[in-house]
């Protein structure tokens, strides 16, 4: 006998179904009880500003994941696209004509990285893993080259507002994040761009006999990944308030689990930009639980490993 | 081999089936695609197990449940595509699994093995060098690794399934000589081929299946292709293909001249309100032929003309675009998302026609599945479902649904009721009969040659890559398309 849930559906069903929301719920309940600063609105804020870098990136990936891709370069990407923009701030340009350039400038590199993959992909036929990989050795290098290894430091104060000001009170990135988020939903669920995203992800075949252009849906969403991989560099940027040619090391992992974690397939076809900011927040929100109950950082890798696992198990429950 | 029964879900492949063959005899199988030959080879070799009878061996019952129990037994099998290693090398595919070791330890006898292999190479009358890598071979020499790694286990029968597929004819007459040495030897082989011509020159005897029944087994001096011909395809046509007559409209699409591919030298026109069929063994070139009209293959020469335009489709979507629309072959793998649902399935070659400025607008998409899902009888829960949980014959449907909503005017249908039931097919040939009424032009590309005579206003044969003859409804029947299917093969005869 199945236990019965709510309207008649087996219980197992419908924690399938909402299962990263439960788990979200359950976990922010958990250490609401555990530490009292948790559910402060300071704190909930807080989060929502550590989580927001590989938020933006994750919408991207749940892109690239969708159509059965990955992106890898992500991380070097951020890097990348900090120590350039943050380098072209230094120029004896008064700020607000030098910010847009700069900003312009940072994500134009993402994008065209994208597409230099997304090429790659389409035309040579060559796996997503590969080429990303290869980018990614190729962007940290770049930076460090760059840079000379060094930080660029001494940048303008106006600078860091973008990634520490506030807006009413909610940090600037959050704001940011949830517009993203917004547009990404309406973009996957409501336009002919996303059906398009999931029929390439679920038959790419299929999808072409079906007159779709998949090299150009696959080209967008690398270039959009791309895009938002150098978005989160700028905001990280100006957050350090410096160029730092080994920040976002190891983001694309953390971004990849967000979206897995949010239920999307990695043989693509399948999954849903709510899933990911759930599971971004999920990630997000662990970290910053362990932190207030001054777990140590070594345990805290390991529960976060150990959540991963558990996610994709239920997910696995789902789709068998 | 007496009473070989063996049945799948819903399918009698072999209904008491009896095989017989002697030492030193080479007898051909001989049936349409689906007649079952290929499934009694399996049950022969253990690589399916029968369901009910006896095969015995030299008179003495054999148990067979395995591929490995088969070798036992000797009986050797070569199958269409090539079972071998491609990265290892001539000697290492022929003894895999039976390497002879330097003595008391487990390391290969390198030198021991290269002499076996050159020793059975050489029984072929043959001379490849055994250090070759497969992959560097050419089939025809792979295909004599396979004789020779079958040999290489003591043959009492070898069976080859349609070995001839990939050969050319100087290939062909040497695999012949390699037969016959055999045959002198006193090993009995099973020849399954579609081309009759082969079947004359190297059988002793033929056997005939049609529908998983046994038909004929007969001496070759004592048959003649058309007698061949009448085993194979045998029954009458029942009343289960509706025909209405229709008024041919002007051309809708010409081609002329093209060639691409394995595709030569093609000729046709279709019109308005015509069901056209493409008939073929597999491996003649009907699907090319279709993804080529419908730009998904590139042509190499000649031209294609839609409602008298010429066309250049370099695209699905600019075949689509112009009005031309492709049921592929296997709807599983090529037709349908199976991720998605049925409203998503039915409008994504025309989304745009419910989207205003990229955006979908759900009611109105909505609205476009629903109706189709009633026009069509679509069975269903709802059009919400992931079309992963229908039916073939509903998953067709909503393939055909997705090119009713693009609104084309020359549909191409590839195999457009393998693995659908009797009821649904019914279904489908009347909406065919209902497209051609309403001035659509309508290609049926099938491999059931009954439904093809029944439902087609004009046949075209097509055999290696060419078409060998286009046959208006009076004039077409199983024997004339039969012949005209085989007739460019090797050493064909007119009839």
Known sequence: MRRQGWKGQPLSNLLAKFGIGIALVVEIILFSILSPYFFSSDNILNVTLQASITAIIAVGMTFVILTSGIDLSVGALVAFTGVVVTSLLKLPLSFPVLFPLAALAGILIGMMSGAFAGMFVTRFNITPFIVTLALMTIWRGAAYLYTDGRPVWGLPDQFSFLGSGRLAGVPVPTILMVLIYAAAYVALNKTTFGRYVYAVGGNKEAARLAGINTNRILLSVYMLCGGLASLSGLLLASRMNSGQPNSGLMYELDVIAAVVVGGTSLFGGRGSIIGTFMGAMLIGILRNGLNLLNVNSYIQQVVVGVVILLSVLMDRRRTS | MQQIRKEYPGVLALDDVNFGLQPGEIHCLLGENGAGKSTLMKVLSGALRKDFGTIRINGEEADIQSPADAQRYGIGMIYQDIKLVPELSVAENILLGNEPKKKNSPFIDFKKMHEIAREVIGQLGEEIDTRSIVSDLSIAHRQLVEIAKALSKKLKVLALDEPSAALTGRELKNLFKVLRKLRSDGVGIIYISHRLEEIFEIGDRVTILRDGKFVQTAPIAEVDRRGLVRWMVGRELENEYPKISLTRGEEILGVENLSAGMLKEINLSVCRGEIFGIAGLVG????????????????????????????????????????????????????????????????????????????????KEEGIANKFRDDLRIKTPGIEQEVDHLSGGNRQKVVLARWLFTKSKLLIFDEPTAGIDVGVKFEIYNLMNNLAKEGIGVIVISSDLPELLGICDRIAVMCEGRITGILPRQEATQEAVMTLATSRMEGAAAV
């Open chain 2, 284 to 363: 003649a070139g009907r699907s090319e032929l279709a993804r080529v009209i419908f730009g998904a293959d590139e042509k190499d020469e000649g031209k294609i003309f839609h409602e008298g335009n010429e066309i250049h489709p370099r695209s699905p979507r600019e075949a689509i675009d112009l009005g031309i629309g492709l049921l592929t072959e296997d709807r599983n793998l090529y037709g349908l998302i199976m991720q998605m649902n049925v409203r998503e399935n039915i409008t994504l070659s025309n989304l745009r026609a419910v989207a205003s400025g990229g955006l979908i607008q759900r009611s």
